[in-house]
């Protein structure tokens, strides 16, 4: 009778720790105890997941990197996830690389230590002088592929135009920037007037919302800035505008594309192409992409960069 109660403990302690431990079956619990074997038991399941680490850090690798448009926060969150489902759909293990300029992000481009790269589209000249890429699909937002630059100011300020920021504080996004700079020196110089000693001072931000985020807060008195992340703001989040307006707008651009490397595998393109073209009919990825604003992804026209 004693034997029997304690078979009977056992069996109900095994089915006890069999439901309370994630993973476990009553059966291997209960074997575990009779034959001493619980301390093992508890010790394979670090083993298995550092052999499943293990074998992700044995796949072959893609390198994937986004110009700083946005701040590396928003960029890290946000792009990371897209960069993530392209590896795992390539089976390969994803290196996201973040830079602090435009500039640097080509260089790695151009060298081949990057696969796969959102560029700011006024990055696009530069790296024609560095080196061979190809665009391998663009973003489209609502229905479109352009995009536009902002003068974004304080409410109140008094300025209405490019022509009121002479003597005042302006912040760029990156030297290479197309709606963050490279549209102000066109025109400024379209209309006569020395970049160098018509503003107070200038300072670069390094990503279009750190730019709207320093006129915000009076550290700037404008921003010229990427019109996709001002009206993404405007809509997801609203309290990093308000007190802001939108008092001058450019002509439209062709909208920042992703690019590849020359240096990758030959059939790398091909195979991006099609992954980067489908992503907007999987639910995950189609996420990844609402949160970022973008509708899909899809192939560029024929000499648009």
């Known amino acids: 009778m004693r034997r029997l109660s304690i078979i009977l403990a056992i069996v109900v302690g095994a089915l006890f720790l069999g439901l309370a431990i994630p993973g476990s079956t009553p059966a291997r619990v209960l074997l575990s105890i ?74 790695l481009v151009a060298e081949g230590r990057v696969d796969l790269a959102w560029l700011c ?71 006569g007037r020395d970049p160098n000693s018509f503003f107070a001072s200038v300072f670069f931000s390094h990503g279009h919302d750190n730019s709207i985020r320093a006129v915000r807060r009076g550290l700037a008195d404008g921003a010229c800035v990427d019109s996709l992340v001002y009206d993404y703001l405007a809509r997801k989040r609203a309290a990093e505008v308000v007190g802001l307006r939108a008092v001058w707008k450019s002509q439209e651009f062709p909208i920042p594309p992703i690019v590849v490397s020359e240096r990758a595998d030959r059939d790398f393109g091909g195979k991006i192409r099609a992954i980067l073209y489908s992503l907007e009919h999987d639910v995950v990825a189609g996420q990844a992409l609402e949160e970022i604003g973008v509708d899909r992804l899809v192939p560029p026209e024929p000499g648009l960069y």
């Not at 792009?79 to 640097?104: C, M, P």
């Not at 937002?141 to 209405?160: A, F, K, M, P």
């Not at 490019?162 to 490279?182: C, H, N, Q, W, Y």
């Open 34 to 107: 009779v034959s001493g074997d619980w301390k093992k038991e508890a010790a394979l399941a670090p083993e298995g997941a550092a052999s499943v680490g293990q074998r992700e850090q044995e796949l072959p690798t893609l390198r994937a990197a986004v110009g700083a448009m946005v701040s590396p926060q928003w960029t890290y969150v946000a792009y990371r996830r897209i960069f993530e489902i392209v590896a795992r759909r390539l089976d390969r293990r994803l290196i996201f690389v973040q830079r602090q300029t435009y500039g640097e992000i080509n260089e």
């Open 121 to 191: 589209t006024g990055a696009i000249s530069d790296l024609r002088q560095r080196g061979r890429f190809a665009v391998v699909a663009v973003p489209e937002v609502d229905g479109r592929q352009t995009y536009r630059s902002y003068l974004v100011v304080r409410h109140g300020s008094g300025i209405e135009g490019i022509e009121d920021l002479a003597g005042r504080t302006m912040v760029f996004t990156d030297p290479l920037s197309l709606t963050g700079r490279k549209v102000v020196l066109d025109w400024l110089g379209r209309h």
